[in-house]
């Protein structure tokens, strides 16, 4: 009978249950998170995670075809639907016909999931020029808004380029963000999130990329539509030259108290 395999969202759980799909000799009806609680006539299986048991699905994987395993690494980061699905029916049929599979981009088991890897890598190119940072209380902060789950795409890029930086990158779409300092890095769940306001003199520059920005501009070469192609508007909204007057605004300088009686006569004292 089939079964909806139930697992806790990581890529390890995912592969746990190509694993019991794979021992029980049952293809599953679905796959569903431990939020997803959407309503279900099939039987729910809930898959426990076992590193043990993930390993042996990768290392079956990159025995066949080591762009495969790139493959089904990279599908399980795309915003594809029904990922799980299309992710286990590549496995399957890669089980099946072997490394030749990934040559024929025609088949209905593999072109879903090159598609779907082509989105992610063109929005992580994207995303490497058009990622803005600000520099808060000496920490480079920044924040995108994704399709795709490219944190861990952008790591190693973003890392290496500010290796000596202190680092966050807040992913809006799925409420993670990417924390560097000092060699060591981590990708965490964060629901809530909310960019400080900058200093004067971070104000300063916003301003100053913002007046660069307009002076490169050719106004008789103006051209929205390309504009829109090379730099697709939904990455407008946490790009600093497409913000209103708000955003650079410094925070109120900090004002010192006035002296106490007792301070000031601890300094006539002096």
């Not at 249950?17 to 021992?23: D, L």
């Not at 029904?82 to 590549?90: A, G, I, K, N, P």
């Not at 016909?97 to 890598?121: I, N, Q, T, W």
């Not at 861990?152 to 973003?158: A, D, E, T, V």
Request: hydrophobic share 40%.
């Amino acid at each position: 009978m089939d079964t909806v395999y139930r697992y806790d969202g990581s890529f390890e759980g995912f592969l746990c249950c190509v694993f019991e799909s794979y021992v029980n000799k049952e293809p599953p009806a679905a796959f569903q998170t431990a939020e997803d609680l959407n309503p279900t006539l099939f039987p729910i299986q809930w898959v426990e995670s076992d590193e043990a048991h993930a390993q042996r699905i990768l290392r079956s994987i990159n025995r066949r075809s080591a762009y495969a395993l790139e493959l089904v690494e990279k599908g399980f980061l795309t915003c594809a639907e029904e990922r799980e699905m299309m992710l286990y029916c590549f496995i399957r049929a890669l089980y099946d016909f072997g490394p030749d599979l990934v040559h024929r981009l025609s088949d209905e088991a593999v072109y879903p999931l090159v598609k779907a890897v082509r989105h992610l890598d063109g929005e992580v190119h994207l995303l490497r020029g058009f990622t803005r940072f600000s520099d808060l209380g000496g920490a480079l902060v920044g924040e995108i808004a994704p399709k795709n789950r490219v944190l861990p795409l952008l790591r190693p890029h973003f890392c290496s380029r500010f290796y000596n930086e202190r680092l966050i990158l807040y992913d809006r779409t799925h409420q993670e963000a990417l924390f560097y300092r000092d060699g060591k890095w981590c990708i965490a769940p964060l629901e809530h999130f909310e960019m400080a306001r900058p200093s004067e003199r971070e104000a300063q520059f916003r301003r100053l990329w913002k007046r660069f920005y307009d002076t490169v501009a050719i106004a008789e070469r103006y051209n929205p539509k390309c504009r829109r192609t090379q730099m697709p508007m939904r990455y407008w909204d946490t790009m600093t030259e497409f913000q209103d007057e708000s955003y650079f605004e410094a925070a109120p300088a900090a004002v010192e108290p006035p002296p106490t009686p007792a301070a000031l006569e601890e300094g006539r004292r002096a």
